[in-house]
């Protein structure tokens, strides 16, 4: 066992390590591990390696549910992991969790961290018959990766936590609530509102039908029919990976709406929330929404879906109004409200960031994550300043 304990992080795609859970591995790092990332290399290789990890290309492909593509990907990151020997390992979301815990089984790995981000139309049954059918598939390959020793669960709301518990899937003593990687309060600091009118909506976002994007163009296009100057921005692009992704058509019958304006993927989502008076989710359904967070730390007032995961950071009353997924006509209720509202808007501003100082910020989460990476690893790696259980 070397000096520095090695952890290896596992997830699909490098834009996604990038995108999600860099703020974690620098905790990590600066905690004296050796980081390693295994993952599907696309663009993000020497962005990754410039904060000091080493990064591990796997050949699997996200959405593939292909059994021999399966078992090929489950030997290749066993015979990662044998060859690697890290002493702990972190895989995040379901596909990662799934044949990445097969494959820790398989070679030996000691301590192991499941992160589920979500839990998706597969597991859940919403999809169409290919995703219920790789549910019954993947429903009992969770139950015995999420029991293995000297392993724990980490889930991003309280929701999926009681859903995987009651159905038997996951113990209880094993589960742990910890909000993604946070969000760097540093770097997204509260920004003044733009000038209105027109009031500007922001949503940024995958442009997937989960995601709610077309019953919130719809809301949009009701407050301007009844004469309000309010515009949209809709900020992402479509995901061909993903069952639910738009069309082009629909790109192109928004585009030509009035108001409406789809910039694409943005690098830096301040740029988004400078132009923005309020920010809206309407997804289905979310593990923890990383837009919403960045948009609360820039200190906006939010409308979102009254659903698993948005409920987490958009707090009814307090900082957010919430409304039933699938319905355009009260979002453009809760919509209208903010809109004509500015008192509301910077109350429920001043909340966002405050719930994100709170508990929220990466170095917190980092703080917590990295606690819990010692405690799994046990002896091996004593901690210096031991300290309560995390919750």
């Given at each position: 066992?070397?000096?520095?304990?090695?952890?290896?992080?596992?997830?699909?795609?490098?834009?996604?390590?990038?995108?999600?859970?860099?703020?974690?591995?620098?905790?990590?790092?600066?905690?004296?591990?050796?980081?390693?990332?295994?993952?599907?290399?696309?663009?993000?290789r020497d962005r990754i390696a410039g904060?000091?990890?080493?990064?591990?290309?796997?050949?699997?492909?996200?959405?593939?549910?292909?059994?021999?593509?399966?078992?090929?990907?489950?030997?290749e990151i066993a015979a990662l992991y044998r060859r690697e020997a890290p002493d702990i390992v972190h895989h995040v979301a379901m596909k990662p969790v799934l044949l990445g815990g097969l494959a820790a089984g398989l070679a030996g790995v000691p301590a192991v961290v499941n992160a589920l981000t979500g839990l998706g139309s597969a597991f859940l049954g919403t999809g169409g018959l290919k995703s219920r059918v790789a549910g019954a598939v993947a429903r009992p390959l969770l139950r015995t990766v999420l029991k293995r020793p000297n392993s724990v669960t980490v889930l991003?709301?309280?929701?999926?936590?009681?859903?995987?518990?009651?159905?038997?899937?996951?113990?209880?003593?094993?589960?742990r609530i910890i909000r993604g990687s946070g969000v760097d309060t540093m770097h997204y600091q509260v920004l003044p509102e733009p000038p209105a009118p027109p009031v500007t909506v922001g949503c940024v976002a995958r442009l997937l039908a989960d995601k709610g994007v077309g019953p919130l163009v719809e809301a949009q296009q009701r407050l301007r029919a009844k004469g309000l100057d309010v515009n949209l921005i809709l900020a992402g692009t479509p995901d061909p990976e993903n069952p639910t992704s738009v069309t082009q058509a629909e790109?192109?019958?928004?585009?030509?709406?009035?108001?409406?304006?789809?910039?694409?993927?943005?690098?830096?989502?301040?740029e988004v929330w400078a132009r923005c008076h309020v920010a809206v989710l309407a997804s289905r359904r979310e593990g923890l929404p990383k837009s919403l967070l960045e948009a609360a730390a820039c200190g906006r007032a939010i409308v979102a879906t009254d659903?698993?995961?948005?409920?987490?950071?958009?707090?009814?009353?307090?900082?957010?109004?919430?409304?039933?997924?699938?319905?355009?006509?009260?979002?453009?209720?809760?919509?209208?409200?903010?809109?004509?509202?500015?008192?509301?808007?910077?109350?429920?501003?001043?909340?966002?960031?405050?719930?994100?100082?709170?508990?929220?910020?990466?170095?917190?989460?980092g703080a917590k994550t990295v606690e819990l990476y010692r405690r799994l690893m046990g002896a091996a790696f004593p901690m210096t300043n031991p300290v309560a259980e995390v919750s």
């Open positions: 066992m070397s000096a520095k304990p090695k952890l290896i992080y596992l997830v699909t795609e490098d834009w996604y390590f990038w995108s999600h859970r860099l703020p974690m591995a620098r905790a990590a790092r600066d905690a004296g591990f050796e980081i390693a990332v295994a993952t599907r290399v696309d663009k993000h904060e000091g990890f080493r990064v591990l290309p796997l050949s699997w492909s996200r959405r593939s549910i292909n059994p021999a593509g399966t078992l090929s990907a489950v030997a991003q709301n309280e929701d999926d936590r009681k859903m995987l518990v009651a159905a038997g899937l996951l113990p209880d003593e094993r589960a790109l192109e019958r928004w585009s030509a709406l009035p108001g409406v304006e789809l910039p694409g993927h943005i690098t830096d989502v301040r659903v698993p995961g948005c409920r987490e950071v958009a707090h009814a009353g307090e900082n957010a109004l919430l409304v039933p997924p699938d319905d355009p006509a009260a979002l453009a209720d809760a919509l209208e409200v903010l809109v004509r509202d500015a008192a509301m808007r910077a109350r429920f501003g001043a909340a966002s960031r405050r719930m994100v100082e709170s508990d929220m910020a990466s170095d917190r989460v």
